[in-house]
């Protein structure tokens, strides 16, 4: 789950800018968590703590306002209803990794995905995204075989994933959906040589940054089996002791 958070405070500088290289600093003083790592550590928490999704998620909102979320999804969290949004965008994905980490067979961690992902994004392609990161995740832990998780990906959410990078690269555009953004994210890792290029890779891309180094980030962790502990100690440093509390103990829990 650190990878997530860290993809995400690395790439937090970069959204909306177009980057198209992978040359950058990682950190800079205005290096952040956005509300990718607010709702990755929600889920957490909810996994953690069995807390309800939707509840948790409004409170961590309230908690943390300001974080960039998506306006829909904001309308949402502000409001009484509970009733989920329709939404496809890529929200459901950027925070689904803590389900690929806690469970420990493919049907669990597809059911959590959709869990997370349905009290707001139950659009069919909202959950897709949400189950197809989750599960790159838990075969990346476990099987550490990226043939195996690009065909299962393509198999069971039909992803394109025999593009590469540089195809993708010149014409790719800011998508905050997860079709358009989740499948690109998946490929940055598996065209990875370690935990720091699949992030770099994803940043390159120009899109929705943060989100899509949260997405790679959160599998990379998972394939590579740790962050850098100098990537890891400046992410934790610009986290809430909250935050930093609950990835320990989830970390604890469920081994990693």
Request: charged residues 25%; aromatic residues 10%.
């Amino acid at each position: 789950m650190l990878g997530a958070i860290a993809g995400d405070i690395i790439g937090s500088v970069f959204e909306g800018e177009g980057l198209k290289r992978a040359d950058f600093d990682l950190f800079s003083p205005f290096s952040t968590f956005t509300d990718d790592t607010v709702l990755t550590v929600a889920v957490a928490d909810c996994i953690l703590n069995d807390r309800p999704y939707a509840e948790t998620f409004k409170r961590y909102v309230r908690e943390h306002p300001e974080r960039g979320y998506g306006g829909r999804f904001l309308e949402w969290a502000a409001s009484s209803s509970m009733a989920p949004i329709n939404s496809f965008g890529n929200g459901s994905a950027m925070r689904a990794s803590p389900a690929g980490f806690a469970f420990s067979d493919e049907a669990a961690v597809l059911a959590e995905a959709r869990r997370s992902a349905e009290v707001t994004y139950d659009h069919p392609e909202g959950v897709k995204g949400a189950q197809a990161v989750a599960l790159a995740v838990f075969l990346a832990r476990t099987s550490k075989d990226k043939k195996l998780i690009k065909a299962e990906v393509e198999r069971r959410f039909g992803y394109d994933l025999t593009r590469s990078l540089d195809q993708i690269r010149p014409g790719y555009r800011f998508d905050a959906t997860c079709q358009g953004s989740v499948p690109e994210s998946i490929l940055a890792f598996i065209e990875s040589s370690g935990f720091e290029d699949a992030v770099r890779k994803a940043v390159s891309l120009g899109g929705d940054a943060d989100t899509m180094a949260c997405i790679a980030g959160g599998i990379a962790q998972a394939y590579y089996g740790s962050v850098p502990e100098p990537i890891a100690q400046e992410a934790l440093m610009r986290l809430p002791p909250r935050f930093r509390d609950i990835l320990e103990a989830f970390n604890a829990k469920y081994g990693l």
